[in-house]
């Protein structure tokens, strides 16, 4: 199956593709184009005119802000995963493990929030690490990436919207991080999975289940327990219990996942 006819644009900056974004009804940014041009194809997404915007210098920055990392809608997983980020670790074992390197070398992590795949790794990771998106369009604003997302492919960006960047807290020395995601097989989507993050320094705590439901689940009162309580306090019993308050309606076999997703998440946090 092929797509169905489109307009093409290559926008010059940032404001060119605003501009096209609010002038044409149905129009879409496509960057790395490896969940759009799939949708394309099988003609699950039919826009009018596809804006270009694989190459504006301004999305493809990764800038020191000192306390956090400034990452660019445009940065590939694969720079992500090669590039060192002192106190962002987590981003570059994240990047790794998505999917194959030939997907890693074309797909955005701006692409990615924007798709809002509930199985995706980037939506549940930067909830975890406290990040927030700057959303570039009439009015700027900032948005937390765990109020992003308002459910399955569905997310708070307006039509004449886009992102222009990632804003992520830094982890001290003694921060620590784990994320964990069930896969049929390697590359694919996750059924399952799960992330946390821990820094005495900042008291940051937080655990985040992904890809069951539309939305993150955020896991807020086991997060605490953890955290005052170290390991002893994250027992696959108290795991199922917060799992089960947080997600009501799973089955057996997904509270099973969920479960062992959030517990091996936080062995890596507690691992030595």
């Known amino acids: ?53 694989s190459r504006l210098d301004a999305l493809r920055q990764i800038e020191d802000l000192g306390g ?28 790794a493990a998505i999917a194959y390197r030939s997907i890693r070398n074309r797909g955005t992590i701006g692409g990615s929030l924007a798709h809002a ?46 992102i222009e960047s990632v804003e992520v807290p830094k982890l001290s020395r003694a921060g620590r991080h784990g994320f964990y995601k069930f896969c049929r097989k390697t590359g694919e989507f996750a059924e399952v999975s799960a992330a946390a993050v821990f820094d005495p320094q900042s008291g940051v705590a937080r655990i985040f289940l992904g890809a069951l439901r539309g939305t993150l689940q955020p896991l ?32 057996p076999v997904e509270r099973r996942m969920a479960t062992t997703a959030v517990t091996r998440a936080l062995l890596q946090v507690f691992a030595p």
């Open 117 to 162: 795949d509930p199985a995706a790794d980037w939506p549940l990771a930067l909830a975890a690490l406290g990040a927030s998106l700057n959303i570039r369009g009439p009015q700027p604003r900032t948005v937390l990436v765990e109020h992003f997302i308002r459910g399955a492919f569905t997310t708070v960006l307006q039509a004449n919207e886009l």
């Open 1 to 53: 199956m092929k797509a169905a006819r489109f307009d093409y644009v290559r926008a010059a900056d940032i404001a060119e593709a605003l501009a096209a974004l609010t002038k044409v009804e149905g129009a879409k940014l496509v960057a790395g184009g490896q969940s759009l041009g799939p949708m394309l194809n099988l003609r699950l997404a039919r826009p009018s005119v596809l804006i270009d915007v």
């Open 220 to 251: 807020a009162a086991l997060a605490q327990q953890a955290a005052s309580g170290g390991e002893a306090a994250a027992s696959a019993e108290a795991v199922s219990a917060a799992v089960a308050q947080s997600v009501g309606d799973l089955d």
């Open 68 to 95: 956090a990392w400034r990452i660019g809608a445009g940065v590939t997983h694969a720079r992500l995963e090669d590039t060192k980020l002192a106190g962002g670790e987590m981003l570059r074992a994240v990047a």
